[in-house]
């Protein structure tokens, strides 16, 4: 099996191998957070329940973020703004339509919102791994091209077959994946120390933004303000900085406690 460059976009027939992506990592979010649910004995189906606010209100953020920053790709076909099968759906604004959706489920179920940021984030971080793989097959969110023929191959560099011809590109959508996944990991060991509600929450965040602002730096499709500022690589310099701060002082101020 040839990997380094996708044999379509289509899963078969027009089942795009993206939509499929996303539904298989929101049914698998879903399920590990309901074992999570049943082990921590929290109420019963919150999980489910939780769906209906966190899905729809994610898609949209996700699908407004990038929107927002491409406009200019809908004014002749506004209704291309509906196809999210072809790609478009940025993972920050998901996060913020998600955290609202979170706040709005708390506050109807009277549960504390920290506490569920915690719970939801290793979920959350991992369905960012697999949903990158969408990129893969839509050949998307690549890198700068490829100048030595010594880093052509997979994964390192992926072949994107829709440029005349051929070229080799970084697979910038694979570091990313990968550091979701070391992202996961790390959260499921710190989640079982004792820690301070939401502080799981923020270490994903963190680090996300900090491996998030140097993929950024040499993608080719980076949604952009001002000509030429990426604006996911800004926004997750200043997360970085600000939730590396406030670590920083909650520490001293603990020692301080001591």
């Avoid at 729809?56 to 291309?80: C, H, K, M, S, T």
């Avoid at 550091?179 to 270490?203: E, K, S, T, Y």
Wanted: a positive charge; glycine letters at 8%.
């Amino acid at each position: 099996m040839n990997l380094a460059t996708p044999s379509g976009r289509y899963l078969f027939g027009t089942l795009p191998w993206y939509s499929v992506l996303i539904v298989g990592t929101i049914a698998l979010s879903l399920f590990l957070l309901a074992r999570e649910e049943k082990r921590l004995s929290l109420p019963k189906d919150m999980v489910i329940d939780s769906a209906f606010y966190l899905i729809p209100l994610g898609i949209i953020g996700a699908r407004l973020y990038y929107v927002v920053f491409e406009w200019r790709q809908f004014i002749q076909n506004p209704l291309d703004v509906f196809k999210i099968w072809e790609g478009g759906l940025a993972i920050y604004g998901a996060l913020i339509g998600g955290f609202i959706g979170l706040l709005l489920f708390s506050k109807k179920r009277k549960l504390p919102f920290l506490m569920l940021l915690d719970f939801y984030s290793p979920a959350v971080v991992l369905s960012q791994a697999i949903g990158r793989w969408g990129n893969y097959f839509n050949q998307e969110a690549y890198g700068y091209a490829v100048t030595n023929p010594n880093h052509c191959f997979f994964p390192l560099a992926v072949l994107i077959t829709t440029h005349s011809p051929p070229t080799w590109h970084y697979a910038t959508f694979f570091y990313e994946s990968l550091l979701d996944l070391i992202i996961f990991f790390i959260l499921l060991a710190r989640r079982r120390a004792p820690h301070r509600d939401g502080n799981i929450f923020l270490l994903y965040i963190m680090l996300y933004a900090l491996g998030r602002a140097v993929i950024e730096g040499i993608r080719t499709d980076s949604l952009v303000i001002f000509g030429t500022v990426r604006v996911s690589q800004i926004l997750s310099i200043l997360l970085a900085i600000s939730i590396f701060t406030y670590f920083m002082v909650q520490k001293r101020r603990g020692k301080n406690h001591a």
